[in-house]
């Protein structure tokens, strides 16, 4: 389901925001510190800081639903996947590297937008909860014409000159 272009915009420093819905459908949503497509494009671990989790655990555990937001700073270029909760467990310590690399290549994007890299890279970061859902939708959500639209397996835009 998740091509290996879109993969890898997926896994590059992209903002990362996670969301899901208790059982009385309140929502919640947290920002997440990297994410892994797995299982040949039909899995994707998202890793979210424990320390920022809140009430996002409980909630993945309720409705077992799932969806993440993946925006690039620089052009908003926006994709969505949502899927169900196949796993949530404590991140093993072998994930940590991802978290620095992604958080690094966050901090480059942010700062082409004018965010200082220093006020990225100071975010409480690890320990880590990762969340594996199963792929079950591909959305276009960049504003404008098309925003909420099923996504097709091309890969995502290059990045605007």
């Known amino acids: 389901m998740i091509s290996h ?3 890898a915009f997926l896994e590059s420093g ?4 996670l969301a899901s819905r208790d059982a009385r459908l309140v929502p919640d949503c947290v920002r997440a510190v ?3 497509v797995e299982a040949g494009g039909t899995e994707l671990t998202v890793l979210v800081p424990e320390a920022s989790a809140g009430r996002c655990p409980a909630a993945l555990r309720e409705s077992g639903r799932v969806a993440v937001m993946f925006s690039r700073p620089t052009d908003h ?3 969505q996947v949502k899927g169900q909760v196949a796993a949530l467990a404590p991140a ?3 994930e940590r590297p991802l978290v620095e690399r992604y ?4 901090a480059r994007e942010l700062a082409l937008v004018g965010v200082p890299p220093r006020l990225t890279l100071r975010v409480d970061r690890w320990p ?3 969340v594996r859902l199963r792929v079950d939708g591909l959305f276009v959500q960049t504003p404008g014409p098309g925003a909420g639209a099923p996504l097709a397996t091309a890969a ?3 990045r605007a000159p």
């Open 5 to 7: 272009d879109l993969s």
């Open 14 to 17: 992209v903002s990362i925001l």
């Open 34 to 36: 990297g994410a892994r």
């Open 77 to 79: 270029h926006t994709i």
């Open 92 to 94: 093993a310590e072998g």
């Open 103 to 106: 958080t690094c290549a966050l």
């Open 128 to 130: 880590c909860l990762a």
């Open 156 to 158: 995502p835009p290059e």
